[in-house]
Nanobody
């Protein structure tokens, strides 16, 4: 069993900043990648930013490059998403995602957090 504890999110004015945190715990042998996705009503869930735990390689959605920064703490199985210069179009539910292996299996699996609302509005 894996648990993802998300924190951060909320209401912010355009141009403001927010910080999202996601901590993973439980039956985790290794983590391939953690990241954040976002979803608005009626649309698919899209990648915002993801980070590979071994290499440190990072993927960003084009729409957030230069404004969002993702980082990790391997020892704490935690990822942080620093979001600056927020825009109304960043409004969405943000979901933490982990791609990981358990101690009992050689296969990797996906797990999602419950989501946190980010609203950018004046």
């Amino acid at each position: 069993q894996v648990q993802l504890v998300e924190s951060g999110g909320g209401l912010v004015q355009p141009g403001g900043s927010l910080r999202l945190s996601c901590a993973a715990s439980g039956n985790i042998f290794s983590i391939n990648r953690m990241g954040w996705f976002r979803q608005t009503p009626g649309k698919q869930r899209d990648l915002v930013a993801g980070i590979y735990f071994s290499s440190g390689n990072i993927d960003y959605a084009d729409s957030v490059k230069g404004r969002f920064t993702i980082s990790r703490d391997n020892a704490k199985n935690t990822v942080i998403l620093q979001m600056n210069n927020l825009k109304p179009e960043d409004t969405a539910v943000y979901y933490c995602n982990i791609f990981y292996r358990t101690f009992q299996s050689s296969a990797y699996d996906n797990y999602w957090g419950q989501g946190t609302q980010v609203t950018v509005s004046s």
